[in-house]
């Protein structure tokens, strides 16, 4: 059945091109691919010239971004996941996509690029890895639908007794939560544990604890919160009384001046201000948090993350992200919010120090060049691997590396490593 299942799924692929937008696409059976963005010219010789002839990528400060041994990566083949028809389709055509995106990004990366694309046969060697982070969203899943091999790839690694956490921005959920998802999208009950979720609400909750420690014996920290139940959650979780959060269906968005300027705030201070992504975000809110931030001027002001958007859509439109929130707080307020989320050095300090791990033994797995990436890199960890299931493609590269005359590329956002995507960290693939 599984090689019915997968050569039915490889004779359905069909080719074509958006005549509005000329981004390539895939199609296979019902299900339709993110698009893809047309190649990008291959770049100039004037270009490449900006990449030092050592190999490596440097800052302004002349700081240099360590490579890894070639002989460190691989390019496995891939088994067929064991689905159903129509989520073979779905995988395939993930699979397809991001080989079809690899093969732009070989024409545009310069050859004496620091970045190693993956594309040989050899098995990874993962004795020199000890630990394992990998971001969610558009690196083990998109959506619902598990990328390919995603589900082998964890379980062979943790097999392998490897320490593998899920690091991300997203502080919709709860760590309780994310474990349930994942468990579900990849297929393994009762392989994963809360410790190896590593979720922005929970690590805005333990800075939290961190920096207000037992000060108040008689009654709790006071912390208002724009944001999601899940980050709610995990903040009252650890110990934090909790205003704000998501308003009711009836609540109202906005605030006149009037209304602000007569508006009854509860008594007493508040310890610390929260934001995480909240779909429901309003002028109202907005008037709240600034006014208090305004009357508590010690407070903590936290940020989950500073993600400026996501994309969605067949062609890739850009919804706002948590960013666009904090950075509309921050422009009323006067103030600067500490971010707990990637790429921040806050949290990479936070996950050390809690699981005791070894950054230069430890590889970042992430689509995003500008929060996996440069966390990786920021964190001074072995590896910061890009793969291209997500957010990043050959036109982004591009940007990156192709620099105008005047500029490098940021070093902190170049990867040690770029392979289509998580399957080829798959100990157990073969053809």
């Known amino acids: 059945l599984r090689v019915f299942v997968s050569a039915l799924a490889?004779?359905?692929?069909?080719?074509?091109?958006?005549?509005?937008?000329?981004?390539?696409?895939v199609v296979l059976g019902p299900h339709v691919s993110r698009s893809l963005a047309p190649a990008p010219p291959a770049p100039q010789e004037s270009h490449q010239s900006k990449i030092h002839n050592d190999g490596h990528a440097t800052d302004d400060g002349g700081s240099s971004l360590a490579s890894v041994p070639l002989s460190f990566f691989v390019s496995p083949t891939l088994p067929?996941?064991?689905?159903?028809?129509?989520?073979?389709?779905?995988?395939?055509?993930?699979?397809?996509?991001s080989e079809m995106e690899m093969k732009r990004v070989a024409e545009t990366i310069p050859r004496d690029a620091p970045t190693r694309l993956i594309r040989s046969k050899d098995q990874l060697n993962h004795d020199d890895i000890t630990n394992y982070l990998f971001d969610c969203d558009g690196v083990l899943y998109r959506g619902t639908d598990a990328m390919p091999s995603a589900s082998s790839t964890i379980k062979a690694l943790i097999d392998k007794g490897k320490n593998v956490f899920f690091v991300t921005n997203n502080a919709a959920s709860s760590r309780s939560e994310l474990k349930g998802k994942l468990e579900k999208v990849l297929r393994c009950p009762n392989t994963l544990t809360d410790e190896m979720m590593i979720g922005s609400a929970y690590v805005a909750a333990q800075y939290l604890k961190s920096k207000l420690p037992n000060e108040y014996p008689?009654?709790?920290?006071?912390?208002?919160?724009?944001?999601?139940?899940?980050?709610?959650?995990?903040?009252?979780?650890?110990?934090?009384?909790v205003s704000g959060g998501p308003d009711s269906i009836d609540a109202p968005s906005g605030m006149s001046r009037d209304e602000l300027a007569d508006y009854s705030f509860p008594e007493g201070p508040i310890d610390a201000l929260v934001v995480g992504l909240d779909n429901d975000f309003n002028y109202r809110k907005l008037c709240i948090a600034?006014?208090?931030?305004?009357?508590?001027?010690?407070?903590?002001?936290?940020?989950?993350?500073?993600?400026?958007?996501?994309?969605?859509?067949?062609?890739?439109?850009?919804?706002?992200?948590?960013?666009?929130?904090?950075?509309?707080?921050?422009?009323?307020?006067?103030?600067?919010?500490?971010?707990?989320?990637?790429?921040s050095p806050v949290?990479?300090?936070?996950?050390?120090?809690?699981?005791?791990?070894?950054?230069?033994?430890?590889?970042?797995?992430?689509?995003?060049?500008?929060?996996?990436v440069k966390f990786g890199n920021m964190g001074r960890m072995g590896c910061s691997a890009l793969v291209l299931t997500g957010c990043t493609t050959a036109s982004d590269l591009s940007k990156l590396f192709n620099k105008p005359e005047d500029g490098l590329p940021d070093a902190d956002m170049i990867p040690t490593v770029i392979f289509p995507h998580v399957g080829y960290l798959d100990t157990t693939a073969s053809r």
């Open 218 to 241: 008689n009654s709790s920290a006071k912390v208002h919160v724009i944001g999601t139940s899940g980050l709610c959650g995990e903040i009252m979780s650890a110990g934090f009384d």
């Open 10 to 25: 490889c004779a359905l692929v069909l080719g074509g091109r958006d005549s509005h937008t000329d981004r390539a696409f």
């Open 290 to 343: 600034n006014v208090l931030l305004q009357r508590n001027p010690d407070a903590l002001f936290v940020a989950t993350n500073l993600d400026a958007y996501d994309l969605v859509g067949a062609d890739a439109r850009h919804l706002p992200g948590n960013g666009a929130l904090v950075a509309a707080l921050e422009a009323c307020c006067g103030r600067t919010a500490v971010n707990v989320g990637k790429p």
């Open 347 to 372: 949290l990479a300090a936070w996950i050390a120090e809690h699981y005791k791990l070894d950054a230069q033994r430890t590889m970042m797995v992430g689509d995003r060049l500008d929060t996996d």
């Open 80 to 97: 067929p996941e064991r689905c159903s028809a129509s989520d073979a389709d779905i995988v395939e055509s993930m699979r397809i996509e």
